[in-house]
């Protein structure tokens, strides 16, 4: 047995999104651009959380229009 055995997989980070891990620029970057993002987001009828939003925008390097496109290979629109 060795020292890693007791964890699961969920203590572990995968390399992706953890809000937690941005540093402070970063973090505040990401609700610099948020706001923008979740409205454009909603204007093309995207329904999404905030979660995978600021995952998309992370991926992105916060490039709103990166994000788009990530958001648009992921998902559906829900039109009304």
């Known amino acids: 047995m060795d020292e890693y055995d007791s964890y699961s997989d969920n203590d ?13 620029d970063e973090y505040d970057l990401l609700y610099d651009v948020l706001p923008t993002f979740k409205k454009l987001a909603l204007d093309k009828q995207y329904s999404v ?22 958001l648009s290979e992921n998902h559906k629109r829900t039109y009304k």
Not at 49 to 70: G, P, T
Request: charged residues 35%; aromatic residues 12%.
């Open 12 to 24: 572990v980070h995968n390399g992706g999104f953890h809000e937690d891990d941005l540093s402070d």
């Open 49 to 70: 959380s905030d979660d995978l939003l600021k995952e998309y925008l992370w991926e992105a390097h916060y490039d709103i229009d990166e994000a788009l496109l990530i």
